[in-house]
């Protein structure tokens, strides 16, 4: 198996059609299929040399990032992308050993008493496809590289087009730490993107829209690949009779914030009583200046990951502004974003809005929080429910009675209590969408059986079962005495 010193003067070219990927895909089977069973040394090893690549070059990966976004915080980029993601592999690192134990199961009675035994295998699939999104476009290929990785298989992955800086990086990179044959990245636009999901893979990973998400598992569908859709969705933020508006605001504001939104798991849209609805937007006001005095030349700040979006964050402005909303815009230095050579967004509180409004139809990306009165946390509920499942739900409140009636009466992906987005960072925790916000997890112990196939091992007893129990003919009094006995309620 070739070590990172071994394959530091390889060179993986990006492939861009159908008919090289194809080949790409059956070098990297060929080779799985020769070299089972996987072993517990060679996964550490690709885990090792993933994390390398990762902090070995963790500058250029936030300088291709900032320069992909038109700035993003190099902070932002090392905590989301780079450390999130060798976290991840170092987790699955130190808990492999034990995850490939398999696990014994209970053979029927009276079998087991025969000496019969029943037990799960975990073995790798194969070759994984991996298809990353732009928002964290690092951290989107390496932390399922985890699970894959961890399960013992090979990966080919497509970064996103709109992040062409960090899909170079990739492509040069990988080659330097993995044999074509381990990991290999394919570079390219929405063409290379559909020919990709068409690939008869062992297994797909999707990170993305909702919508291009559908069009994914059809794709698969033709080849019956099995499919992780992690999608996207209003994930709400449910505030209740006891909660602290400010410490609501802060977190809700951090969380909005962070990469200027665009973020799947990122507060969507807050539910809250009219009566509160004032001071929580003072509170949400004072937490962003708080944090982001000044935005155009504030290094802390992300931009808009390109003009199209900007375009679409600010048709969603004027579409609530024109169906009645109040637009509270936070630019605590008074800013002139109209005049600035760049797309950075400030935080657009959007007060009193309403079903009507095309940021409460559609997953916003960006940095604009809708406020949606209801009716108290039973009203919340109710609105919720009535909506697509989304990824994440957020609840803040100190009534323990109030939390398990939300925890109870809502679906959701996952859910952080006084607080947002924290879910996703536990490694131990399964992280998924339920729905149109995704199907299929993965994150630690949970992306290794996500990417391993649970294989069913029984061992039969040394009597002949059938022939004592009167399960093959002539049937007699024996298979009579089985029925009877089964048949009893």
Same mark, same amino acid.
Request: proline residues 5%; contains cysteine; negative net charge.
């Given at each position: 198996?070739a070590? %990172?010193?071994?394959?530091?003067?390889? %060179?993986t070219?990006?492939?861009h059609?159908?008919?090289?990927m *194809?080949a790409?895909?059956?070098?990297?089977?060929a080779?799985f299929? *020769?070299? #089972?069973?996987v072993?517990?040394?060679v996964r550490?090893?690709?885990i090792?040399?993933a994390?390398?690549?990762?902090? !070995?070059?963790?500058?250029?990966?936030?300088?291709?990032?900032?320069?992909?976004?038109?700035h993003?915080p190099?902070?932002l980029?090392m905590i989301?992308d780079v450390?999130?993601?060798?976290g991840a592999?170092?987790?699955a690192?130190?808990?492999?050993?034990?995850w490939?134990?398999?696990?014994?199961?209970k053979?029927?009675?009276?079998?087991?008493?025969?000496?019969?035994s029943?037990?799960v295998?975990y073995?790798?699939?194969?070759?994984?496809g991996?298809?990353?999104p732009?928002?964290?476009?690092?951290?989107?290929?390496?932390?399922p590289?985890?699970g894959?990785?961890?399960?013992?298989?090979?990966?080919?992955a497509?970064?996103?087009e709109f992040?062409?800086?960090?899909?170079?990086?990739?492509?040069k990179?990988?080659?330097?730490?993995?044999?074509p044959e381990?990991?290999?990245?394919?570079?390219?636009?929405?063409?290379?993107g559909?020919a990709f999901?068409?690939?008869p893979?062992d297994?797909v990973?999707f990170?993305?829209a909702?919508?291009i998400?559908?069009h994914?598992m059809?794709?698969?569908?033709?080849?019956?690949?099995p499919?992780?859709?992690?999608?996207?969705?209003?994930?709400?933020?449910?505030v209740g009779?006891?909660?602290?508006?400010?410490?609501?605001a802060?977190?809700?504001?951090?969380?909005?914030?962070?990469?200027?939104g665009?973020i799947?798991?990122?507060?969507d849209?807050? #539910?809250?009583d009219?009566a509160?609805e004032?001071?929580?937007?003072?509170?949400l006001?004072?937490?962003?200046s708080?944090?982001?005095?000044?935005i155009l030349d504030?290094?802390?700040?992300?931009?808009?990951?390109?003009d199209?979006?900007?375009? *679409?964050?600010? %048709?969603?402005?004027e579409?609530?502004?024109?169906?009645?909303?109040?637009?509270?815009?936070?630019?605590p230095?008074n800013?002139?974003?109209?005049?600035?050579n760049g797309?950075k967004?400030?935080?657009?509180?959007?007060?009193?809005a309403?079903?009507?409004m095309?940021?409460?139809?559609e997953?916003?990306?960006?940095?604009?929080?809708p406020?949606?009165r209801? !009716?108290?946390?039973d009203g919340?509920?109710?609105?919720?429910?009535?909506?697509?499942?989304? #990824?994440?739900l957020?609840y803040?409140?100190?009534d323990?009675?109030?939390?398990k009636?939300?925890?109870?009466?809502?679906?959701?992906?996952?859910?952080?209590?006084?607080?947002?987005?924290?879910?996703v960072?536990?490694?131990?925790?399964?992280?998924?969408?339920?729905?149109?916000?995704?199907?299929g997890?993965y994150?630690g112990?949970?992306?290794?059986?996500?990417?391993?196939h649970?294989?069913?091992?029984?061992?039969?007893?040394k009597?002949?079962?059938a022939?004592?129990?009167? #399960?093959?003919?002539p049937?007699g009094?024996?298979?009579?005495?089985?029925i009877?006995?089964?048949?009893?309620?």
């Amino acid at each position: 198996m070739a070590s %990172a010193a071994q394959t530091t003067a390889s %060179a993986t070219p990006a492939h861009h059609d159908a008919a090289s990927m *194809r080949a790409l895909l059956e070098t990297q089977r060929a080779d799985f299929t *020769r070299t #089972l069973p996987v072993s517990l040394e060679v996964r550490r090893d690709r885990i090792d040399r993933a994390i390398a690549m990762l902090i !070995d070059h963790a500058t250029e990966w936030c300088e291709a990032c900032s320069a992909d976004f038109g700035h993003r915080p190099h902070e932002l980029t090392m905590i989301s992308d780079v450390l999130a993601s060798s976290g991840a592999l170092k987790h699955a690192k130190k808990h492999l050993s034990a995850w490939m134990k398999g696990e014994r199961r209970k053979a029927m009675f009276p079998l087991s008493l025969l000496g019969a035994s029943a037990r799960v295998e975990y073995q790798p699939k194969g070759v994984v496809g991996i298809i990353a999104p732009w928002n964290f476009p690092i951290g989107m290929v390496m932390a399922p590289l985890a699970g894959v990785f961890a399960a013992g298989n090979r990966a080919i992955a497509k970064p996103s087009e709109f992040t062409p800086a960090v899909a170079d990086l990739f492509a040069k990179l990988v080659p330097q730490y993995f044999a074509p044959e381990e990991f290999a990245i394919v570079t390219g636009g929405a063409d290379v993107g559909q020919a990709f999901s068409q690939l008869p893979f062992d297994h797909v990973i999707f990170t993305g829209a909702t919508g291009i998400g559908k069009h994914i598992m059809r794709a698969a569908a033709d080849n019956l690949v099995p499919v992780t859709l992690e999608l996207g969705g209003k994930s709400p933020v449910l505030v209740g009779q006891s909660a602290d508006l400010s410490e609501v605001a802060g977190k809700v504001a951090q969380g909005k914030l962070m990469n200027a939104g665009q973020i799947c798991l990122a507060p969507d849209y807050v #539910l809250i009583d009219q009566a509160r609805e004032q001071k929580l937007v003072d509170e949400l006001v004072a937490s962003a200046s708080a944090m982001y005095p000044t935005i155009l030349d504030n290094n802390d700040y992300t931009s808009v990951v390109n003009d199209r979006h900007h375009a *679409r964050l600010t %048709a969603h402005v004027e579409d609530a502004r024109a169906k009645g909303a109040d637009i509270i815009v936070v630019n605590p230095a008074n800013e002139d974003f109209s005049a600035a050579n760049g797309r950075k967004m400030p935080l657009h509180i959007i007060s009193g809005a309403t079903d009507e409004m095309t940021v409460m139809q559609e997953e916003i990306f960006g940095p604009l929080l809708p406020i949606r009165r209801v !009716d108290g946390v039973d009203g919340a509920i109710d609105f919720v429910n009535g909506r697509d499942r989304p #990824l994440g739900l957020y609840y803040f409140g100190k009534d323990g009675a109030e939390e398990k009636m939300v925890l109870d009466r809502t679906i959701s992906g996952g859910v952080t209590v006084n607080d947002v987005i924290f879910h996703v960072a536990q490694e131990d925790l399964p992280f998924g969408g339920v729905g149109p916000s995704g199907m299929g997890n993965y994150h630690g112990f949970d992306g290794f059986k996500t990417f391993s196939h649970a294989k069913s091992v029984y061992r039969q007893a040394k009597v002949d079962v059938a022939k004592l129990a009167g #399960l093959k003919p002539p049937f007699g009094a024996a298979t009579a005495k089985t029925i009877a006995r089964d048949l009893k309620k």
